[in-house]
């Protein structure tokens, strides 16, 4: 079976095709960069509308199929911002209609972990997700990726871009901060804020933004940005490895570009005698094969899904959906 997934949560337009397998036949992706401020939904939503149709077609070429080919469709139907995904599930229904195959709209964080496992081999893993939009520690319990730990206000790609826009380092503000923080060792106090197994970021944003608005070098600023958020995702990601005994530890997302933020994480991961894995780049951010993937492991183990169900849902949460076939993966 061959499955096509589009992706559009948030501003990367993603097409990828997968088989039942587990071969990845096509990856095609296209983000959205503005030059200046943030992402506007309508925007995300009109570069989807402008990029799936020549991706799709891209994807196809990549994989040498034809449309007819295709055995199924798959995308995500959140979490994520509204206009955004309304396009892409729309793109998605007219596709599937077309080709009369079935549809299957899958949750957007949960296939960050399918590829992960795909990709990188790992069975059961503890995933830290980190990217522009989620920061989540999910782990496989009880029939679904329970959520351990969470951010319970801005992800911590929003905070390090957020920061970076207002001190005028221009977006996605993550790389540059990394930059400027390997020139620094000079640790600035800012608020470290883990509350039972969730984290905040607003609070130390607005700090790291007066710090430096008060003079202090930038380069600091970013060294102690990164060094106290980072500290604080580790935290939490040990206390739930902890706890879960799981043996293996999964970062996900855009944020895990981040060497200083892997190096932190696979230091915690060896002292427990875990296993860290982290999958390409190309498959760490948003792409279409993660929801592809998702979708075929989803169709397979169906028993009351219905095809027809394929409405968004903007704060689709991890733990709303049921993942029988970790059911034998899980140790
Ligand atoms: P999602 O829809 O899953 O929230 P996203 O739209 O944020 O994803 P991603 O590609 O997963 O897209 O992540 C982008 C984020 O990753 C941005 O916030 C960006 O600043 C951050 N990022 C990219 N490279 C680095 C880096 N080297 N260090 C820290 N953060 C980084
Ligand atoms: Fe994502």
Redesign the pocket.
């Known amino acids: 079976m061959i499955c096509i997934g589009l992706e559009g949560?948030?501003?990367?337009t993603g097409v990828g095709i997968v088989d039942s397998e587990g071969n990845i036949l096509a990856l095609q992706g296209r983000?959205l960069l503005p030059d200046k401020g943030g992402?506007h939904p309508r925007e995300a939503a009109e570069h989807h509308a402008e990029n799936l149709v020549p991706l799709i077609k891209k994807s196809l070429e990549e994989a040498n199929l034809k449309p007819e080919d295709l055995d199924m469709v798959a995308f995500a139907r959140g979490p994520?911002l509204g206009p955004a995904l309304r396009t892409v599930a729309t793109a998605a229904r007219s596709l599937a209609l077309s080709l009369d195959v079935p549809i299957v709209g899958v949750n957007?964080?949960i296939g960050?972990i399918e590829i992960g496992r795909l990709t990188t081999g790992c069975q059961d893993p503890l995933t830290l997700?980190?990217?522009?939009?989620?920061t989540q520690v999910t782990a496989f319990d009880s029939g679904r990726y329970q959520i351990f730990g969470e951010t319970l206000d801005i992800?911590?790609?929003?905070c390090?871009?957020q920061f970076?826009r207002t001190v005028g380092l221009g977006?996605?503000?993550?790389?540059r901060?990394?930059e400027l923080a390997l020139a620094s060792d000079n640790y600035l106090k800012l608020p470290y804020t883990v509350k039972g197994m969730d984290l905040s970021f607003s609070g130390l944003l607005t700090a790291a933004i007066r710090k430096y608005e008060s003079g202090a070098a930038l380069e600091d600023v970013c060294y102690s940005l990164?060094e106290t958020t980072f500290a604080m995702l580790v935290e939490v990601t040990e206390r739930a490895l902890a706890h879960s005994k799981k043996s293996e530890v999964l970062l996900v997302?855009?944020?895990?570009?981040?060497?200083?933020?892997r190096e932190m994480l696979e230091v915690m991961t060896q002292e427990h005698y875990a296993d860290f894995f982290m999958p390409e780049m190309k498959y760490?951010?948003?792409n279409g094969a993660m929801n592809a993937w998702l979708g075929l492991l989803m169709y397979r183990h169906a028993k009351n899904l219905n095809m027809a169900d394929t409405h968004v849902i903007q704060r689709y949460r991890t733990d709303q959906v049921d993942v029988p076939w970790m059911e034998k993966s899980a140790r």
């Open positions: 949560t948030a501003e990367k983000a992402i994520g957007h964080c960050h997700y980190v990217s522009g939009g989620n992800a911590i790609g929003n390090l871009d970076a977006h996605p503000g993550g790389p901060v990394e990164q997302g855009g944020v895990a570009a981040n060497q200083r933020l760490c951010g948003d």
